[in-house]
């Protein structure tokens, strides 16, 4: 029993209430955002859209998404975290609903492009929000839990979607909708405005010109972070993009990949409450290091992998390595960020997700193509370059962090 209390404490503990209460939120925001994985079927089967179409409405989704990561950024610094998160769930929740009872696909195309938006825009004000108020040293704990949250809501939501697409699309919609809106009941109930104003660590007089999404874009140290934050999204995008391909020219069945990934899901359900603990007493660029090359390992393994044994071996291989990076991964962008920037910066590291979800298939499909097999091996070689460039890009990132600590502590330091 002390065993299990001790490892709460260390997985759980000593978290403020306003992050349950934004952990909630996120939850029932991931396990309600079901619809969009049906879009590409919906327009097929119920609307008579040819798959190029379907796909052309898919890809706007993608394009509004980008544009709303960015928009979220910017409004969680000037209007606040709690004021950007309401008004994105509230818009996706009408938009959904609006999407149920459409019929021509000129405005579905419109309002899928809108929801994108709306869907994008919380991810930077949850991970300020965050930040904002959870103190530095249990910030890995948060992250994880937030990681954790995410895909168990994810796996809850292929679930639902599933078992309401079977029954109505209208339906799976609406659902979608009123889960969306139960999300913004709780923000709405629970959760304060956590941005509180600071004076600006990069200061006009300083930089020439007004902190704003320019200093995230032109900071380098911050970039070097994001590429490699890029090349680790590629490597994840494998798994919904290359890796069924390849599975069917092993001669596998669908069957089997949903076997594995099935098996990725489960054990970051079950595993990634164990993570605090486990990487605590090491630098977060040795961790981040040591968990792109678990994931380098894993999917370059498929390179001799031709039948379901050895894809179920890589998976847990290159899920180990998802889990470990996803903590530090999180807490060095909080620790790069200006406090007054904090949002802005989330969004732009966000933008390495749907960015690598373009490459991934794009060149991926062309690798694997012409390469076959040893397409494995150029993207074992991509992580191996990651974990290189996590080593040698940690000590600057500590000195800048470092920089960063010292310049919120001064102006406190001169007042007294």
Not at 221 to 236: D, E, I, K, M, W
Not at 354 to 369: D, I, K, N
Not at 385 to 413: D, F, I, N, W, Y
């Amino acid at each position: 029993m002390r065993g299990l209390r001790r490892w709460w404490d260390d997985t759980a503990g000593g978290l403020p209430a306003t992050f349950w209460y934004l952990w909630s939120g996120l939850l029932i925001n991931r396990a309600g955002a079901f619809a969009l994985l049906f879009l590409s079927l919906y327009l097929t089967a119920a609307r008579g859209a040819p798959p190029s179409l379907a796909g052309l409405v898919v890809g706007a989704y993608g394009i509004g998404g980008a544009a709303g990561t960015l928009l979220g950024g910017v409004l969680a610094d000037r209007w606040g975290r709690r004021a950007t998160l309401l008004a994105a769930h509230l818009a996706a929740a009408g938009l959904m609903a609006a999407l149920a009872f459409t019929t021509h696909l000129a405005v579905i195309a419109v309002l899928a492009t809108l929801v994108g938006v709306a869907h994008s825009m919380p991810s930077p004000a949850f991970v300020a929000a965050i930040v904002d108020v959870v103190p530095e040293a249990r910030r890995s704990r948060a992250f994880n839990l937030q990681f954790w949250a995410f895909n168990l809501g994810m796996a809850v939501a292929s679930l639902l979607a599933g078992i309401l697409a079977e029954a109505s699309f209208t339906a799976l919609f609406l659902v979608d909708a009123a889960a969306t809106l139960a999300a913004a009941v709780v923000i709405a109930l629970k959760v304060p405005e956590t941005l509180t104003r600071r004076p600006a660590l990069t200061p006009r007089a300083v930089t020439g010109r007004r902190p704003g999404l320019h200093t995230a874009l032109t900071d380098r140290t911050f970039l070097v972070f994001v590429g490699l934050t890029f090349l680790l999204a590629v490597l994840t995008m494998q798994t919904s993009t290359i890796m069924p391909l390849a599975m069917r020219e092993d001669g596998l069945r669908p069957a089997a990949y949903g076997l594995v990934v099935a098996l990725g899901g489960a054990l970051i359900v079950v595993g990634q409450l164990f993570v605090p603990r486990l990487i605590e007493p090491y630098r977060k660029s040795t961790v981040l290091a040591v968990s792109t090359a678990l994931m380098a390992l894993g999917f370059g393994t498929l390179t001799v992998a031709d039948g379901l044994p050895l894809y179920l071996g890589a998976v847990v291989v290159w899920t180990a390595g998802q889990m470990l990076a996803a903590p530090p991964n999180a807490q060095i962008n909080a620790d790069l960020a200006p406090p007054e920037l904090r949002a802005r910066y989330q969004s732009v590291f966000y933008l390495t997700f749907p960015a690598a979800s373009f490459v991934a298939p794009a060149l991926g499909g062309l690798s694997l193509e012409h390469l076959g097999e040893r397409h494995w091996l150029v993207v074992g070689a991509l992580g191996l370059l990651a974990a290189a460039g996590h080593l040698l890009a940690g000590p600057p990132r500590e000195r800048r962090v470092a920089a960063l600590r010292a310049a919120a502590v001064e102006p406190v330091t001169s007042a007294r």
